[in-house]
T-cell receptor, first 113, second 115 residues
Framework: AQRVTQPEKLLSVFKGAPVELKCNYSYSGSPELFWYVQYSRQRLQLLLR??SRESIKGFTADLNKGETSFHLKKPFAQEEDSAMYYCALSGMYSGGSNYKLTFGKGTLLTVNP | GAGVSQSPSNKVTEKGKDVELRCDPISGHTALYWYRQSLGQGLEFLIY????????KSGLPSDRFSAERTGGSVSTLTIQRTQQEDSAVYLC?????????????FGPGTRLLVL
């Protein structure tokens, strides 16, 4: 079974402070990991994925297979980063014939001025 | 280009009625997914389509839920004999292919309220 855990429902930081949104996963194979973001009154959208090793809007995330984690980090938070963040895992199952995207329950980030 | 669209944006219905939710994926996307977003539950996978076939229906919560996709494009999610616990935002997403590394593009959702 695949499972994604985001331990913090709410996270509040001040503008300019570092921010880390935690994500741990459980999956027996080699996972594909993503962070999706939903800004207020906007649709859910991809922020970044581990396979691309990119930095989007100053955010980075490193896959740590030993700790089964994919934490999202940004050194200096901005007010416009306030949003709901979802960690997601995509993996094959049923002998490799199917796959699904499993989401964590999300972390609501608030960046205060 | 146009993104994923869903209709209606909001639906209020009475317990016991049937509802149909529609999803128009991005043109050319072969894979289509339905999720349910409830308070405190996050995003729950319901079903996905590759073309017109649904390889995985395991997420459908009960036999009151069904979905179909025609012409490899539009999909409808039908909930029969709605219950109050069906109240949620139903999200549709599409991707170019059904591969684990593919980005899913989400629609705005249909907010369903069952009274």
């Amino acid at each position: 079974a695949q499972r994604v855990t985001q331990p913090e429902k709410l996270l509040s930081v001040f503008k300019g402070a570092p921010v880390e949104l935690k994500c741990n996963y459980s999956y027996s194979g080699s996972p594909e990991l993503f962070w999706y973001v939903q800004y207020s009154r906007q649709r859910l959208q991809l922020l970044l994925r581990h396979i691309s090793r990119e930095s989007i809007k100053g955010f980075t995330a490193d896959l740590n297979k030993g700790e089964t984690s994919f934490h999202l980090k940004k050194p200096f938070a901005q007010e416009e980063d306030s949003a709901m963040y979802y960690c997601a895992l995509s993996g094959m199952y049923s002998g490799g014939s199917n796959y699904k995207l499993t989401f964590g329950k999300g972390t609501l980030l608030t960046v205060n001025p | 280009g146009a993104g994923v669209s869903q209709s209606p944006s909001n639906k209020v219905t009475e317990k016991g009625k049937d509802v149909e939710l529609r999803c128009d994926p991005i043109s050319g996307h072969t894979a289509l997914y339905w999720y349910r977003q409830s308070l405190g539950q996050g995003l729950e996978f319901l079903i996905y389509f590759q073309g017109n076939s649904a390889p995985d229906k395991s997420g459908l919560p009960s036999d009151r839920f069904s979905a179909e996709r025609t012409g490899g494009s539009v999909s409808t999610l039908t909930i029969q004999r709605t219950q109050q616990e069906d109240s949620a935002v139903y999200l549709c997403a599409s991707s170019f292919r059904d591969r684990p590394q593919e980005t899913q593009y989400f629609g705005p959702g249909t907010r369903l309220l069952v009274l």
